[in-house]
């Protein structure tokens, strides 16, 4: 895995979107990917008594009038289990850690939610506009079934 992408999924897996914990970080570090990644950049935000919520979408559109490919992943974490469980990461989930030699990667959100956005994310953003042929969408949602704003 080249470099630059190793950096990102740990950038990425490092800021906390845990229940309970600012979004912020998180939202900020994608919207700079998605602005040096040349998209249009939408930023969705609603609050609840719990928790804000962002939701962001970068768009790359060559105006062919063509149905967008959508990318969609998960912001959010989820509640982490006892840090006793963490050991590859010394006990905190989000101190990503990756194996280079083997590729695994491990932390909170790197097998279903912020490393898949990442990675879909710096996929998108290699793809020169001239060279589209229909639009890609690249979403990332925050909240969850029980608090999310729908």
Same mark, same amino acid.
């Given at each position: 895995?080249?470099?630059?992408?190793?950096?990102?999924?740990?950038d990425v897996l490092s800021r906390d979107s845990?229940?309970?914990?600012?979004?912020?970080?998180?939202?900020?570090?994608?919207?700079?990917?998605?602005?040096?990644?040349?998209? +249009?950049? !939408?930023?969705?935000?609603?609050?609840?008594?719990?928790?804000? +919520?962002?939701? !962001?979408?970068?768009?790359?559109?060559?105006?062919?009038? $063509?149905?967008?490919l959508w990318l969609l992943a998960h912001l959010?974490? #989820?509640?982490?289990?006892?840090?006793?469980?963490?050991?590859?990461? #010394?006990?905190?989930?989000? $101190?990503?850690?990756?194996?280079?030699?083997?590729? !695994?990667?491990?932390?909170? %959100? $790197?097998?279903?939610?912020?490393?898949?956005?990442?990675?879909?994310? !710096?996929? $998108?953003?290699?793809i020169d506009l001239e060279r589209l042929k229909?639009?890609?969408?690249?979403? %990332?949602?925050? #909240?969850?079934?029980? +608090?999310?704003?729908?």
């Open positions: 895995m080249p470099a630059e992408v190793i950096q990102a999924v740990r845990r229940p309970g914990h600012p979004i912020g970080t998180t939202i900020d570090y994608l919207m700079d990917r998605f602005f040096y990644g040349e998209f +249009h950049i !939408l930023e969705q935000v609603s609050s609840s008594r719990y928790s804000e +919520h962002v939701n !962001l979408i970068g768009i790359k559109d060559p105006g062919t009038g $063509a149905a967008p959010g974490s #989820g509640a982490a289990p006892s840090p006793s469980t963490w050991s590859r990461t #010394g006990g905190d989930p989000v $101190a990503a850690t990756i194996d280079e030699r083997s590729g !695994l990667c491990y932390g909170l %959100g $790197a097998a279903n939610a912020k490393a898949d956005m990442i990675l879909k994310l !710096l996929a $998108a953003a290699r229909r639009p890609i969408y690249v979403i %990332g949602l925050s #909240g969850d079934e029980g +608090h999310g704003p729908g």
